[in-house]
């Protein structure tokens, strides 16, 4: 508080719950309260955590006398027009996200000019969430506002609230680049919040199988712990790393409760049965993105009042939802990084007293490196949010997103770039036609935007939005929401579909209206969509016949195709496989950008069992894409990565380390195996064709990560931590440093120098 | 790497080159102004730059407009000047209908500059980049000329011209984002035309309008989508074959803010005499929101003799205009305090429209209010096709036990107290 009264752009990263809110909170209203002029923006990743926010702080206000009113909105997607004006007008503090500020506010900023020349305060809340390639577009919408807020000439302070991240105070400055220039961040991670000490232990499930190591499944064993505690009457939220896996566990434990409180001999039929299982159902709640709001509040509210004594949900209470404070945290399955483990495990702890955190771990490879060396998770720094906001795929449209703004005079300098790259970015638009470029009377030219379409509305700074599927029960309510790209995967006919373990049958899935009808049903198996990824490369642009040989490597335009052919159904509780059932839905495709690396005849010659290249060259595939999401600053989720057989431009089933692996497509790959990083996003971002052009740079990093880990022969953290590969191929580091020693040399060769 | 080594790279895999676009070079600080002056009489003939469409319209002279301007909203006491009663404005944007994000492309103003004659100033965009220099002059100029006495007359620059122009001024620094721009009055043309003709033709449009009743019939004239089309044309590529695009426009904005003036000049003189009974009870209705109730009464005078008549049945031609003439004047009665008048009316409703459901509860009101007399209220009360219980109940007890006369000699009695 003393750095924000000083003036200075804050970040603060301390632990959940720690009162970070206030901070931003108070310094506004007393703002208000000094200039009634005074405004403030605050950002949100979600709607939701706006309007609770918007909540929270309408409390604080309340309490105020009438004359020194503090308005408090929200202005998002799902705010009416007649608020949205009183928002403009009134609102002090006015909460949105950064989708609504993109496309809402600053294309229409003229209406906004009240709120922007009066802005003190800059808001952004979840700071760690604007990472990757989201993250990137986060910064360019943050430094269009910029731009404005110095027309309207206001110069708000940055106030940044981050969960723990390493180096927060450096991604803040990678969204808000004008901040290096003001002497930079202040960062405050000193937490003197009132934290009792915590115990975290790590439950490796025992070894069933000698030979091939399969251990206990890890949900039942996560049942088994969640269970002690729900007996000892302790707040637990169990986090799952999949939806599926919350609906599961919140059914069994919802069994188990009401087991207990009917007796050893009433069935669920008797009245004692029924009793007993409803007390289960609101004593036992799952939670996860997709259900509705209503129901989402509800089961928020039901944990504030202590109604709910056991959770189970996805990274969706993660973020500063409120719930209150828990005694424990179940983890179900390491959650990949660092830094969610810290964050989830902080949702424990209420003011002094102690605290829990399991961890329950799965087989996967990562899971027992976890298991083999706990000290993995105490000794190193937690990750780091990483962001490129200078990425031309996404600079350059927020550029014309800005000239159309306001035009752009041809000695301005844009925020938080140097007059230099200013220059060379308008002028390259200029060349290209997407801006123009007007002389001026004295030589004072202009950039302008020609045309009445709006480029804002050409951007999708989360990804490409389909409409998401509804779910509908016999009598035509919605029950829940589905992303549309798990749409073929959760509701294709025959599926079981649970909400809060309660399972329901999908009858019919309308693809074209995004409904999927479905009825209760009392079923003992769930299903397993079953699903298939293909990559073909076209297009391909290979290094030129000047620079030698290439082996088959280049860059081009990717066609991602996911099948989804069918489905298993799955015994509860014992987890057998009691059938499989077709599916007949259209593919997802993905047209997007790419890079490509066939197996160097060297590495070849040296490996030349099939099994053992395919299984290598996916070993590979994970290792590139994690460096070349850490050298290109993107989430590792902003790239993909497959390994195809053969040249990739024809079709190929790919492996890819996210699903089992597939005896055809490992038969294909070990003929001759491409390895192929494509860009997640629809339309690509530069990614995978900014990591081929690092050449013989991005493998001497990937060769040091993997040989300078100091495991005996891979681990998940330098093979990748979904690798497959190591358990179903028995591939060792060896082949994988022999296949990527040869990419190297062949980059050498084939002349993709580093630019 | 560098963004000028992405940026190259970029250029070899990604979006290729399209080929340099640079600007044509048009009027050098990229903005045009015209001037042209007129008389107001027709047989003056008109500038050429206008075209022949105006030729056979009348313009108001300058104290005409502001008599006809005060009969259409309602303005300061002191009333527009004489000389210089109002400024006529319509935009030219890239906007489509009612969008507020679009750029302000032509701009005319026409105004007094002599009793009989109207100088059209107008603006016109030649670069994208120099809509701040043409607002920054239009403000500057318009700034000058209205005021408390100069109001501002658009059609439907309620909801468009007026709150775009404000925030485009906003939007390049202009006017402060908290001050109010071109304050003056505002008379938006489009309120009174829909109160006088809505329903009454295809659609409440300028050029509709124009045709209906000012006989002004457009040749060659551009319509709203193809303005947008013209003006996009003319600014991608602003050269010699494309500045006859802008002229169009140009000369379609300039008959607009003239037909401004012609048609308020009609519209009132339709208020003062309307040429069937539905524009008479409308011009009137129009009146008295206006807060003119005296002249709204009086424009009423002839449906109300018709009411007043005992001979004339209700299916008779015209009588819901008839009665609901006499519920607005009962209506400006009852507020101003004439009670017998209103309560006549209202009688006078009853005995052509038995039932009438206002009328009937109108009139029993004021009978148990006012007059005092329950047992012809509760007549009245009971008669109506829509009583209300509780009123009945209430009168039933209040009249006992003086008997219930029949409901027609109430109403008789109340609609021609002088008989």
Same mark, same amino acid.
């Given at each position: 508080m003393e750095a924000i009264a000083e003036g200075r752009d804050v970040v603060l990263a301390t632990s959940t719950a720690s009162g970070k809110s206030l901070c931003f909170q108070v310094p506004i209203i007393e703002a208000v309260?000094?200039?009634?002029?005074?405004?403030?923006?605050?950002?949100?990743?979600?709607?939701?955590?706006?309007?609770?926010?918007?909540?929270?702080?309408?409390?604080?206000?309340?309490?105020?006398?009438?004359?020194?009113?503090?308005?408090?909105?929200?202005?998002?997607?799902?705010?009416?027009?007649?608020?949205?004006?009183?928002?403009?007008?009134?609102?002090?503090?006015?909460?949105?996200?950064?989708?609504?500020?993109?496309?809402?506010?600053?294309?229409?900023?003229?209406?906004?000019?009240?709120?922007?020349?009066?802005?003190?305060?800059?808001?952004?809340?979840?700071?760690?969430?604007?990472?990757?390639?989201?993250?990137?577009?986060?910064g360019n919408v943050l430094r269009r506002l910029w731009r404005l807020c110095r027309h309207y000439g206001a110069r708000p302070q940055v106030i940044a609230c981050s969960a723990t991240i390493a180096e927060p105070g450096a991604l803040a400055e990678s969204l808000c680049p004008w901040i290096s220039e003001r002497g930079g961040v202040t960062l405050v991670d000193e937490d003197t919040s009132p934290c009792g000490p915590r115990k975290v232990m790590v439950v490796n499930p025992a070894v069933v199988d000698e030979i091939t190591g399969v251990r206990r499944d890890y949900i039942k064993i996560t049942r088994g712990v969640t269970s002690v505690l729900r007996r000892s009457g302790v707040a637990t939220l169990a986090f799952c790393r999949t939806r599926r896996a919350v609906e599961l566990l919140t059914r069994y434990l919802r069994d188990d409760e009401a087991a207990e409180h009917s007796g050893p001999r009433g069935g669920a039929r008797s009245g004692d049965g029924l009793q007993a299982q409803q007390q289960a159902n609101s004593a036992i709640r799952g939670y996860?993105?997709?259900?509705?709001?209503?129901?989402?509040?509800?089961?928020?509210?039901?944990?504030?009042?202590?109604?709910?004594?056991?959770?189970?949900?996805?990274?969706?209470?993660?973020?500063?939802?409120?719930?209150?404070?828990?005694?424990?945290?179940?983890?179900?399955?390491?959650?990949?990084?660092?830094?969610?483990?810290?964050?989830?495990?902080?949702?424990?702890?209420r003011r002094g007293k102690p605290s829990l955190a399991v961890m329950v771990l799965s087989s996967s490879p990562l899971d027992q490196f976890v298991g083999a060396e706990p000290s993995f998770l105490f000794d190193r720094a937690v990750e780091q949010a990483r962001v490129d906001p200078l990425n031309p795929e996404v600079l350059l449209p927020h550029i014309r997103c800005a000239a159309q703004e306001l035009p752009i005079s041809q000695h301005e300098v844009l925020p938080g770039l140097s007059a230099q790259d200013t220059t060379l970015a308008l002028e390259y638009l200029a060349d290209r036609g997407a801006l123009f470029h007007e002389p001026g009377p004295d030589g004072e030219g202009c950039y302008v935007v020609v045309g009445g379409e709006s480029p804002a509305e050409a951007i999708a700074i989360r990804g490409a939005i389909e409409e998401n599927f509804s779910v509908l029960d016999p009598a035509g309510e919605v029950l829940a929401q589905v992303d549309y790209e798990d749409g073929p995967l959760y509701l294709h006919p025959g599926a079981i579909y649970p909400i809060e373990g309660r399972p329901y049958e999908v009858r019919e899935l309308d693809w074209e209206g995004r409904k999927a009808s479905v009825r209760p049903v009392s079923a003992n198996y769930y299903t397993v969509a079953v699903s298939k990824l293909r990559v073909r490369v076209v297009d391909e642009v290979e290094p030129g016949p000047e620079s030698g040989p290439t082996h088959g490597m280049g860059t081009g335009y990717a066609h991602v195709v996911r099948t989804v052919p069918g489905f298993k159904k799955i015994r509860l509780s014992t987890h057998e496989n009691i059938?499989?059932?077709?599916?007949?839905?259209?593919?997802? @495709? !993905? =047209?997007?950008? *790419?890079?490509?690396? /066939?197996?160097?005849?060297? $590495?070849?010659? @040296? !490996? =030349?069992?099939? *099994?053992?290249?395919? /299984?290598?060259?996916?070993? $590979?595939?994970?290792?590139?894409?994690?460096?070349a999401a850490m050298l290109l600053m993107c989430d590792t989720g902003d790239l993909g990565h497959a390994v195809t057989g053969g040249h990739p431009s024809a079709w190929g089933i790919a492996l890819s380390g996210t699903q089992a692996p597939d005896a055809l497509a490992t038969i294909e790959a070990g003929g001759y195996p491409h390895i192929v990083l494509f860009d997640r996003n629809p339309g690509g971002a530069g990614l995978a064709v900014h990591a081929f052009a690092m050449g013989p740079t991005l493998f001497d990093r990937v060769i040091a990560t993997v040989t300078g880990c100091g495991c005996n022969e891979g681990c998940p953290t330098c093979m990748g931590p979904s690798t497959e590969a190591a358990e179903q191929y028995g591939v060792g580091r060896d082949a994988m440093v022999v296949v990527l020693r040869a990419l190297r040399e062949a980059a050498v060769v084939g002349g993709a120098s580093p630019a | 790497m560098s963004l000028a080594g992405r940026l190259a790279h970029r250029g070899k895999a990604g979006a290729a080159k399209t080929g340099s676009r640079r600007r044509h070079r048009g009027a050098d600080d990229g903005v045009v102004r015209e001037t042209l002056e007129l008389s107001v009489g027709r047989g003056s003939g008109r500038p050429a730059a206008l075209g022949d469409d105006l030729a056979e319209v009348d313009l108001p002279r300058a104290a005409e407009l502001a008599e006809a301007l005060h009969s259409l909203a309602v303005l300061p006491e002191a009333g527009l000047s004489p000389k210089r009663p109002a400024v006529m404005l319509d935009l030219e944007t890239t906007g489509l209908l009612g969008q507020v994000d679009a750029l302000v492309c032509v701009v005319g103003a026409t105004w007094h500059v002599a009793a009989d004659r109207m100088r059209v100033e107008q603006w016109s965009l030649h670069r994208v980049g120099s809509e701040a220099a043409l607002?920054?002059?239009?403000?500057?100029?318009?700034?000058?000329?209205?005021?408390?006495?100069?109001?501002?007359?658009?059609?439907?620059?309620?909801?468009?011209?007026?709150?775009?122009?404000?925030?485009?001024?906003?939007?390049?620094?202009?006017?402060?984002?908290?001050?109010?721009?071109?304050?003056?009055?505002?008379v938006d043309l489009l309120t009174p035309a829909r109160r006088l003709w809505r329903d009454r033709g295809p659609d409440c449009r300028l050029g509709t309008l124009e045709m209906r009743h000012l006989q002004l019939h457009r040749h060659d004239d551009v319509g709203g989508a193809e303005v947008v089309e013209l003006l996009w044309r003319w600014l991608e590529e602003p050269d010699a074959a494309t500045i006859e695009d802008l002229v169009k426009v140009q000369r379609h904005n300039r008959i607009?803010?003239?037909?401004?003036?012609?048609?308020?000049?009609?519209?009132?003189?339709?208020?003062?005499?309307?040429?069937?009974?539905?524009?008479?009870?409308?011009?009137?209705?129009?009146?008295?929101?206006?807060?003119?109730?005296?002249?709204?009464?009086?424009?009423?005078?002839?449906?109300?003799?018709?009411?007043?008549?005992?001979?004339?049945?209700?299916?008779?031609?015209?009588?819901?205009?008839?009665?609901?003439?006499?519920?607005?004047?009962?209506?400006?009665?009852?507020?101003?305090?004439?009670?017998?008048?209103?309560?006549?009316?209202?009688?006078?409703?009853?005995?052509?429209?038995?039932?009438?459901?206002?009328?009937?509860?109108?009139?029993a009101k004021h009978l148990e209010h006012r007059a005092r007399v329950p047992a012809e209220a509760l007549a009245v009360a009971a008669a109506s096709v829509t009583p209300c219980e509780r009123r009945l109940t209430r009168l039933r007890r209040k009249a006992e036990p003086t008997p219930i006369p029949p409901v027609e000699e109430v109403v008789a009695t109340w609609a021609d107290p002088l008989v």
């Open positions: 309260l000094r200039d009634p002029d005074a405004r403030a923006l605050m950002l949100f990743p979600t709607k939701a955590l706006g309007r609770d926010q918007v909540e929270s702080m309408r409390q604080l206000t309340g309490s105020l006398p009438r004359d020194a009113a503090v308005g408090v909105a929200t202005y998002d997607g799902d705010t009416p027009p007649s608020q949205r004006r009183a928002a403009r007008a009134r609102a002090h503090a006015i909460a949105t996200n950064p989708d609504m500020l993109h496309r809402g506010v600053l294309p229409h900023h003229d209406a906004w000019g009240r709120v922007l020349a009066g802005l003190r305060y800059l808001v952004l809340d979840e700071l760690h969430t604007y990472r990757g390639l989201f993250g990137s577009h986060v996860r993105g997709g259900y509705l709001p209503d129901r989402r509040r509800e089961i928020e509210r039901a944990l504030r009042d202590g109604e709910a004594r056991v959770v189970a949900s996805t990274n969706a209470l993660e973020l500063g939802v409120d719930i209150g404070g828990m005694d424990a945290v179940v983890l179900a399955g390491y959650p990949g990084t660092r830094a969610a483990t810290w964050q989830r495990a902080g949702r424990a702890g059938g499989f059932g077709p599916i007949t839905l259209p593919d997802l @495709e !993905l =047209h997007t950008t *790419a890079a490509y690396w /066939g197996l160097p005849p060297k $590495a070849m010659a @040296e !490996l =030349h069992e099939p *099994a053992e290249r395919a /299984g290598a060259a996916l070993a $590979a595939a994970h290792a590139m894409r994690f460096v | 607002l920054a002059d239009v403000e500057e100029v318009l700034g000058e000329l209205v005021g408390p006495r100069t109001a501002i007359v658009t059609f439907n620059g309620a909801s468009f011209d007026l709150p775009l122009l404000r925030r485009r001024l906003v939007r390049h620094g202009i006017a402060s984002p908290t001050e109010q721009p071109l304050a003056a009055p505002h607009d803010v003239l037909s401004l003036a012609a048609l308020a000049e009609t519209m009132h003189g339709r208020m003062q005499s309307p040429i069937d009974a539905i524009e008479r009870l409308r011009a009137a209705r129009h009146l008295d929101r206006l807060q003119r109730s005296a002249q709204a009464v009086a424009l009423l005078q002839p449906l109300l003799v018709s009411l007043a008549d005992p001979t004339r049945s209700g299916s008779g031609k015209g009588w819901e205009v008839a009665v609901e003439a006499g519920l607005v004047a009962a209506e400006i009665d009852r507020r101003e305090g004439r009670w017998p008048e209103a309560a006549r009316r209202w009688a006078q409703v009853c005995r052509r429209v038995p039932g009438h459901p206002v009328a009937h509860e109108s009139l």
